[in-house]
Structure formats: C-alpha cells, structure tokens
C-alpha cells in the first residue's frame, strides 16, 4: 500500500508558522496547508515508506505545537 502525500493543494511557505511549530528549516518555513517544510515536499517522490510515515508523524507534531488542526490520514 502506498502513502498519501499530505498535501492538500494550499502550497503557501510560512517562516512564522515554522516558529510557531517549532520547526528549525532552512528553506523558507514549512507550507501552511499540509506543514511539510520544502526539502520533505521535494524528496515526497522518492522517499520511501518508512521515511513518508515518519514525515506524517512529524507533520501532526508540528501542527499541534503551532496550535492547528490537523488530520492524520496516510491512506
């Protein structure tokens, strides 16, 4: 079975929502639709299973520490 990428097409980079996550990037702050920062966006393609499960639990850490909803669904 394949993951879902979280993206839920409002590509909008965010320095303050990265701050507010607690997301240290050096890419310009993490996307306030699907809060992935743009390094995870670029290797989305090429990462593997393992590696895309450990982004999605990752992305809803960052949601929760910035104060936003977010929901968890890899399939």
């Given at each position: 079975m394949s993951i879902a990428s979280p993206c839920i097409s409002v590509c909008k980079m965010s320095l303050e929502l990265a701050q507010r996550a607690g997301c240290e990037t050096q890419s310009g702050g993490v996307c306030t639709g699907c809060f992935r920062t743009l390094e995870e966006i670029m290797e989305w393609g090429t990462a593997t299973d393992v590696r895309k499960r450990a982004v999605w639990?990752?992305?809803?850490t960052r949601a929760e520490q910035a104060g936003e909803?977010?929901?968890?669904n890899m399939e």
């Open positions: 639990l990752q992305l809803k909803c977010f929901t968890l």
